[in-house]
């Protein structure tokens, strides 16, 4: 998720570069509300393993990595022990109080996807689970030019999205959230254009869900 300024109605232009959409902040209020219920539903550190296993083939610590949407900091502690310099940052100061209580020794930010507080080309890698999931169609590239922007060139890059057609607000166990679906196809598009080199991209079922998954470099 990002952090943004003020809500923007239909009709009145475009958003700035770290404004939400209203959806965007109604899923933010759902994690911040639900952030202790999330921390104790979905503590398994090894849900992304076969991933976190395939990212350090692709980037050898010692390296300075992005846990970008970290949440309750399910995945810092994983990515930490293959000997990652790890910065956490999401949206949801509830999620972030979690990830504290369980991290303490992290870097933790309250920042938005869309306006990260971090140097430009100041990251060896990014690693973003289900978070991208959460941006509209039409703000991936914006998005994605971020992460291209604090990456260094040749800079590794996993994310996971959900695999479905088109995006809507869902009702879930934590309350309504935005969700913007994707495709394999499409979303390795969106990375190319994004100035990205495709590694590789999958589609994969896993507790129940459809997932795309995808690691990426970022081209000189």
């Known amino acids: 998720m990002g952090r943004g300024g003020q809500d923007e109605l239909p009709g009145e232009g475009a958003l700035r570069a770290g404004q939400l959409t209203e959806l965007e902040h109604q899923t933010q209020r759902a994690y911040d509300v639900a952030?202790?219920?999330w921390a104790a539903a979905r503590s398994t550190a090894d849900f992304w393993a076969a991933e976190h296993a395939r990212f350090a083939e692709l980037l050898a610590a010692p390296a300075r990595v992005l846990d970008l949407g970290c949440g309750t900091g399910r995945d810092i502690g994983a990515l930490t022990r293959s000997g990652y310099e790890v910065v956490g940052a999401d949206l949801s100061a509830g999620m972030l109080e979690q990830a504290r209580?369980?991290?303490?020794?992290?870097?933790?930010?309250?920042?938005?996807?869309?306006?990260?507080?971090?140097k430009n080309e100041s990251l060896d890698g990014v690693c973003s689970a289900a978070t991208l999931l959460h941006v509209p169609h039409e703000r991936l590239p914006q998005a994605l030019g971020e992460i291209h922007r604090v990456l260094r060139p040749g800079g590794v890059v996993f994310c996971s999205v959900?695999?479905?057609?088109?995006?809507r607000l869902v009702e879930g166990d934590v309350g309504p959230r935005f969700f913007a679906f994707h495709d394999a196809e499409g979303f390795a598009r969106a990375f190319s254009e994004a100035g990205f080199d495709v590694a590789r991209v999958e589609r994969l079922e896993r507790a129940g869900?459809?997932?795309?998954?995808?690691?990426a470099r970022r081209g000189r």
């Open 35 to 37: 952030a202790r219920q």
């Open 101 to 118: 209580r369980e991290h303490p020794e992290a870097e933790l930010i309250e920042a938005s996807l869309y306006e990260l507080p971090l």
């Open 162 to 167: 959900k695999a479905g057609e088109g995006e």
């Open 209 to 215: 869900a459809e997932w795309i998954t995808l690691f």
